[in-house]
Structures are given as structure tokens and as C-alpha cells.
């Protein structure tokens, strides 16, 4: 009986033991759900459909400040870590020598305004003069011309004339030789006699008035002939003098194009004065303020930079397998390690054209050598939903770690052509 009770016992012992270790394996097997469950949700709420990295700053369109033209500062007007508003006045450069240099082409400008007004007035009155000179001398050409013109046609009509009174001599002349013989023999009256002498002294007087006004009228053509060539010489030298005033048109251009000439040295001396005031292009605070009242500065130089903290964006830079289902407009969570527990809000604005290593100084040459496949890394461009608050203020360069939901994959993996900055 003692060994029946003693199996009996133990046999108890050993169910309770079983009925422990199922007992514990099912809130085991319970707890493992739970915590997969739990796996699952946070896995599902959130990381599901998002990208992050810690690989991301703060970023702005800095503005480089630095002078257009050489000079030594004569006053500086901010320092490091003030506000500045656009157009608000930074530093101004000594301008003496670029106001003398103003004077200058002004001086230059004024001088030559005088010149071709001069010239202006003179080439009026000259061009006035010449013109009515070569229009009388032209009207007085053209009457010496028709004079003889006129006087050379008269001369042929009296060569005609000439010729039928010398025909008409010559046969009176025969007749008056005929009727004297017939006298002289007695085989014709006194009387005949004396009309033909008559005809024939009166075509004699006809012929010599005719020859007498031919000779007249070729005295005359030489005259007109003279009149003529001092027409023609005072047409040529009115003529001259119109050219004169043709020269003296081309050197009235001339000073036109330099007036031009001086108003651009004039305009660039402006420039160069107003370049002695350098403003702020943007709003923003100034850094990196570098230079002192005094010190000689060269273009180019940095003077100081303006950075619009309002206007910040994030720059991260992801994985190249972590971008599959990015796209441009995806919002994006943000936290700075400056401001533990804060989130910022944005949207995804552009994925840059190329991996950070391809745009680097030295971009490895992956053809050559010994070659080590790396993962890229590409910088995406968020922007903020609003500006940075007062109380939690980004500053450039301050380190953020970036997520991306892309649970929405509507949008593009490019910018369109025409979308602004």
C-alpha cells in the first residue's frame, strides 16, 4: 500500500509539473505574439512606406557679399548676427576717385554737347548759303547755255540768209555787168543801165549788212562762250562748297559718336560710384563678417554673407536603394539634434540630378584600377511647410535626420521644366 501511495504521489507531482511547463510555453507563446504584434504595428505605422536618414542639414541660398569695383572702406554699417533687409545699406567704399572720374566724363560730355551744337548751327547757315549758290549758279548756267544756244541759231540762220543774199548778188551782179556792156555797144538805154546798177548797189548793201551782222553775232558767241565757262566755273566751285558742308556733316557724326562713346564712360563712372554703396541683395543675418573700416578691397573679395534663416531648406541625402518610391511632393518628417523631441514639416521639392560623389572636386574614376562597388548616396531637396518658429530656429549646417512617407507615389521623379525655384 506505502508503494502505491508513494507512484501515486508522484504521479501527481509530474501531471502538476506538466501542467506548469504548458501553462508557461502558452504565456510564452502569448507574450512572442504580442511582441510580434506589437513589431508589426510599429513596423506598420512606422516604418512602412518610409525612407529616413540621419545624413541631412540645414540649408540656404546664402548671399556672397563682395564689391564690383576696388576701393578702401570708408564705413561699415553691420556686424555678424544682425537682421538685414533687402536694399539695407552694408558698407560704403571711399568714393573720391570714382566722383572725379564722374566729373571727368561730364566735363568730356558737356564739351562736345558745345562742339556739335556749334557745329549744328554752323553747317545750317553754310548749308543755307551753298544751297542758294548752287541754285544760282545752276539758273545762271542754264541762261549762259540757252544764250548760246539762242545766239548759234540765229548764226545759222544767218549763214542761210547770207547764202540767198549771195545768190541773188551774184545774179544782179551778172545782170548790172550785162545791161553796162549792152550800154557801152549802144544796144541798151541809160536808163536799163541805171536800174540794173541800182539792183545790183542795193543787193551789194543787203549782202555786206548781212556779212556785217554774222561778224557781230561771232563776236557775240565768244562772248557768251566766255559767260558759259564762268557760269560753269561758278557752278563747279558752289558745288565744291556743298561738299564742304558734306565733310563737315561726316565730322558732325563723328562727334556724335563720340558724345555716345563719352555717355557710356559716363554712365560706366555711375556705375562705379554707385558701386562704392554695397546693399543687401536679400533679408537675412549676417556671418562671417571678415573686413574693417580701412582695409583695401578687390572685386571679388568676400566681405561677409547674408544668410535668410527664414528661407531655410533641408538638404538629405539618402541611399540610392532607399529612393525607388520617392517622389517630388511626398511630405517628410523633420528633427534637429538641436532641438530633441521637435518636428519639423515638409515636402519633398527635388531629387538631385547626380549622386554627391559625381559632382565632388575629385569624382572617382570607377574604370580605372582596382574598382569597390560603394552604395551613393543623393541629396534630396525638402522644403519646409512654414518658416522655422521663433523659439526653434535652423541655422545652416546643423545636423537633422529626414523621413520621407511615400506611402503616395503620384507625384514625379522630375522637376517639370517650366517649375521655379
Not at 12 to 17: I, Y
Not at 116 to 139: F, G, N, P, R, Y
Not at 147 to 158: A, G, P, S, T
Not at 324 to 348: F, H, L, M, S
Amino acid at each position: 500500500m506505502e508503494e502505491n501511495e508513494l507512484s501515486g504521489e508522484k504521479g501527481t507531482q509530474e501531471e502538476r509539473l506538466t501542467s506548469k511547463n504548458k501553462f508557461r510555453m502558452k504565456v510564452g507563446l502569448l507574450v512572442l505574439f504580442l511582441l510580434l504584434a506589437l513589431g508589426f504595428c510599429y513596423w506598420w505605422f512606422f516604418k512602412h512606406n518610409r525612407v529616413t536618414t540621419d545624413n541631412a542639414y540645414v540649408m540656404a541660398d546664402t548671399a556672397r557679399i563682395s564689391s564690383r569695383i576696388p576701393g578702401t572702406i570708408k564705413e561699415i554699417y553691420v556686424d555678424n548676427d544682425q537682421w538685414v533687409d533687402r536694399g539695407q545699406v552694408l558698407i560704403k567704399l571711399d568714393p573720391a576717385d570714382y566722383e572725379v572720374l564722374v566729373g571727368e566724363a561730364r566735363a568730356a560730355l558737356q564739351e562736345v554737347e558745345a562742339r556739335i551744337k556749334q557745329s549744328e548751327i554752323s553747317i545750317s547757315l553754310v548749308d543755307s548759303k551753298t544751297k542758294a549758290q548752287v541754285t544760282s549758279a545752276e539758273a545762271a548756267y542754264q541762261a549762259a547755255m540757252d544764250k548760246e544756244r539762242e545766239v548759234k541759231h540765229k548764226l545759222v540762220e544767218l549763214e542761210k540768209k547770207r547764202l540767198s543774199v549771195l545768190a541773188e548778188y551774184r545774179h544782179v551782179k551778172k545782170d548790172y555787168e550785162r545791161f553796162e556792156n549792152l550800154y557801152r555797144g549802144g544796144a541798151s538805154s541809160g536808163r536799163q543801165r541805171d536800174r540794173a546798177r541800182t539792183a545790183y548797189k542795193k543787193v551789194r548793201a543787203g549782202l555786206a549788212a548781212v556779212e556785217a551782222d554774222i561778224a557781230a553775232l561771232k563776236a557775240s558767241i565768244d562772248a557768251v562762250g566766255e559767260s558759259v565757262k564762268n557760269a560753269r566755273a561758278q557752278l563747279a566751285a558752289a558745288k565744291s562748297d556743298r561738299a564742304r558742308v558734306l565733310m563737315q556733316k561726316l565730322a558732325l557724326k563723328a562727334l556724335k559718336a563720340k558724345r555716345e562713346n563719352i555717355k557710356a564712360k559716363l554712365k560706366a563712372a555711375e556705375l562705379n560710384l554707385s558701386y562704392c554703396t554695397i546693399t543687401a541683395p536679400i533679408s537675412g543675418y549676417i556671418t562671417q563678417k571678415s573686413v574693417q573700416v580701412g582695409e583695401s578691397v578687390q572685386p571679388g573679395l568676400p566681405l561677409m554673407a547674408v544668410v535668410p534663416l527664414q528661407d531655410v531648406y533641408v538638404e538629405a541625402n539618402f541611399k540610392e536603394t532607399q529612393l525607388e518610391n520617392v517622389r517630388i511632393g511626398q511630405p517628410a518628417t523633420i528633427r534637429a539634434d538641436i532641438y530633441p523631441g521637435y518636428e519639423y514639416r515638409g515636402k519633398v521639392s527635388g531629387i538631385r540630378a547626380g549622386t554627391g560623389a559625381a559632382f565632388s572636386l575629385l569624382p572617382p574614376e570607377n574604370a580605372t584600377g582596382n574598382w569597390i562597388k560603394v552604395v551613393q548616396r543623393v541629396p534630396v531637396k525638402i522644403k519646409l511647410d512654414s518658416p522655422p518658429p521663433g523659439d526653434h530656429p535652423l541655422r545652416v549646417g546643423l545636423s537633422l535626420e529626414v523621413t520621407i512617407d511615400t506611402s503616395n507615389r503620384n507625384g514625379k521623379l522630375l522637376a517639370d521644366k517650366t517649375a521655379s525655384k
